[in-house]
């Protein structure tokens, strides 16, 4: 029997989840529904349309990565290697374990659902400002948003061929391209 009330965590939670996995135009609304135990009708009480969810969901995976990953660069007790490092690797386990919601979304509504690409720039203006600030503490403020730009790039384009090749060669090569743009400033993300 389907439960009558459940938490919008539980909802975001689960919804995350199913996008992940089955893309936003293949997931319905009673594949969600049923995830959270709830009867079709019953979600509507909780998002008025499937694309409310979506943008719900964007910003709930966006507040997860500003907190636990972009959040990173911001700590001052680390250098700038040990930022870089940290924010990557953690960047890898949750793209890769879970799929990149913000990638996926990005590219399969961009053209046809208008409406969350701003929230999907967002995270990605928040991922270079990151990266930005880490390279700021070895480079100036222009080559610093540029390698940010590069970097955030060559990592979405590192974790689209990891899944599509099954292989996480790709996203370990674009870390060592990484540590190798920290080389040529004399250090070592890898320590």
């Given at each position: 029997?389907?439960?009558?009330?459940?938490?919008?965590?539980?909802?975001l939670k689960q919804s995350l989840?199913?996008?992940?996995?089955?893309?936003?135009?293949?997931?319905?609304?009673?594949?969600?529904?049923?995830?959270?135990?709830?009867?079709?009708?019953?979600?509507?009480?909780?998002?008025?349309?499937?694309?409310?969810?979506?943008?719900?969901?964007?910003?709930?995976?966006?507040?997860?990565?500003?907190?636990?990953?972009?959040?990173?660069?911001?700590?001052?007790?680390?250098?700038?290697?040990?930022?870089?490092?940290?924010?990557?690797?953690?960047?890898?386990?949750?793209?890769?374990?879970?799929?990149?919601?913000?990638?996926?979304?990005?590219?399969?509504?961009?053209?046809?659902?208008?409406?969350?690409?701003?929230?999907?720039?967002?995270?990605?203006?928040?991922?270079?400002?990151?990266?930005?600030?880490?390279?700021?503490?070895?480079?100036?403020?222009?080559?610093?948003?540029?390698?940010?730009?590069?970097?955030?790039?060559?990592?979405?384009?590192?974790?689209?061929?990891?899944?599509?090749?099954?292989?996480?060669?790709?996203?370990?090569?674009?870390?060592?391209?990484?540590?190798?743009?920290?080389?040529?400033?004399?250090?070592?993300?890898?320590?």
């Amino acid at each position: 029997m389907p439960k009558q009330k459940v938490s919008v965590d539980y909802i975001l939670k689960q919804s995350l989840r199913l996008f992940r996995k089955k893309s936003y135009h293949n997931t319905s609304i009673a594949d969600i529904a049923e995830a959270c135990g709830l009867l079709k009708g019953s979600l509507y009480h909780y998002f008025p349309s499937k694309e409310a969810l979506m943008i719900a969901v964007i910003k709930y995976a966006h507040a997860y990565f500003n907190r636990e990953v972009f959040a990173i660069a911001y700590n001052e007790e680390l250098d700038a290697q040990q930022k870089m490092e940290q924010m990557f690797k953690k960047s890898e386990r949750a793209l890769l374990s879970d799929g990149d919601i913000m990638g996926n979304i990005g590219v399969e509504t961009a053209r046809v659902i208008p409406e969350f690409s701003e929230s999907i720039r967002d995270f990605f203006e928040d991922w270079i400002k990151a990266v930005k600030v880490i390279f700021m503490q070895i480079t100036n403020e222009e080559d610093a948003l540029r390698l940010a730009e590069q970097t955030v790039t060559e990592f979405e384009g590192a974790v689209m061929m990891s899944r599509i090749f099954k292989d996480p060669k790709f996203v370990h090569n674009a870390y060592d391209r990484l540590t190798h743009r920290f080389a040529a400033f004399g250090l070592n993300p890898q320590n």
